[in-house]
């Protein structure tokens, strides 16, 4: 499981399967996955040894499945568990930042901007020297730089900056911000979607990071604040807490990895659909690609046709088993 799945692709449908059936042998699973028997026996053991299934020896063994929470319980707690630690190191490391902030000086690591204006010509300065690449996390109601503003982005992705950019949802469902996000993907950013993100962060070359000083709920008191961050412990820290994130977020593409895409979707559709994964209503969708809802409902009905199912949970498993996004 190379992307940090609970399930790969195969061991999450046999397991579906396996539960419409209550209790099968390899044979039978092998027939309704249209799976060689071999490969139905090795996804059944694979699960067997994650605790999904249970095995009634014999001659040929029977499979019956097992409440998932309890097996896959513990893996998520860890996970979950990980990730609170990261943000807990990022909140340690910053206050002790603010607690020292009285006794550093040039030649410390962290530089404290503050306004607006000065916020946003850091940001440009940094991404036009940047050469390899720049981390974003794009949170609702920016505080220096509406996304639209940000043209530094289509120089460096012209001079082979890789960009990678987590948005929260709230701002996707922005007026206009999801033609914005699309030039970006066309210009080779890659973009992915979370229903919430822990703070506003831009990482440049994985050397200098720019992060918030205040809190949301305390931005309209007085003018923004940030830290500008060089290699160290905590630097370390917002890098792990960007990738934790990574992992976990949602694709947004507007066109396949393939040369072509022999299953016939076309960009808007793509496009649609991981707007619709990364949990967006139909509402703001039709919103803000300016087509109606019954519209958007009409391109889901195709594409559930193209990929044989009648449900949108459906949907969004095939879209992952066949890598559409």
């Not at 061991?11 to 099968?24: D, F, K, P, T």
């Not at 001659?59 to 309890?70: I, Y």
């Not at 003018?223 to 792990?240: K, M, S, W």
């Not at 076309?266 to 994964?277: A, G, I, K, Q, T």
Request: glycine share 6%.
């Amino acid at each position: 499981m190379q992307d940090g799945s609970l399930l790969d692709a195969d061991e999450e449908q046999a397991y579906r399967l396996l539960v419409g059936l209550s209790v099968a042998r390899s044979a039978e699973l092998a027939e309704v996955a249209r799976l060689p028997q071999q490969e139905a026996v090795e996804v059944l053991q694979r699960l067997q040894a994650k605790g999904l299934v249970a095995v009634q020896p014999g001659d040929d063994p029977v499979f019956r499945p097992l409440p998932p929470d309890v097996a896959l319980g513990t893996t998520l707690l860890r996970r979950q568990e990980s990730l609170e630690h990261a943000r807990q190191t990022v909140a340690s490391l910053s206050e002790e930042f603010r607690a020292s902030a009285s006794r550093r000086d040039a030649h410390h690591l962290v530089e404290v901007i503050v306004g607006a204006t000065a916020l946003r010509d850091r940001l440009r300065d940094l991404q036009q020297s940047a050469r390899t690449e720049i981390l974003w996390f794009c949170r609702a109601n920016p505080l220096a730089m509406q996304g639209a503003e940000n043209t530094e982005e289509y120089g460096a992705l012209s001079r082979g900056v890789r960009y990678r950019a987590i948005y929260e949802r709230a701002l996707l469902e922005a007026p206009g911000e999801l033609d914005t996000i699309a030039e970006g993907v066309s210009w080779g950013e890659e973009a992915r979607a979370l229903p919430t993100l822990p703070v506003r962060l831009a990482i440049v070359d994985r050397a200098t990071a720019v992060c918030p000083l205040v809190r949301d709920d305390e931005a309209g008191i007085g003018e923004p604040t940030a830290a500008v961050i060089g290699r160290g412990q905590l630097l370390d820290a917002l890098l792990a807490l960007f990738e934790s994130h990574w992992e976990a977020a949602t694709p947004v593409k507007l066109q396949s990895d393939e040369a072509q895409d022999p299953e016939g979707l076309d960009d808007n559709e793509r496009f649609l659909l991981s707007l619709l994964v990364a949990g967006v209503p139909d509402k703001s969708i039709a919103s803000q690609l300016g087509i109606s809802r019954r519209t958007v409902q009409r391109r889901l009905d195709r594409m559930m046709a193209l990929a044989g199912v009648d449900t949108r949970t459906g949907l969004a498993f095939q879209a992952a088993r066949r890598k559409w996004l």
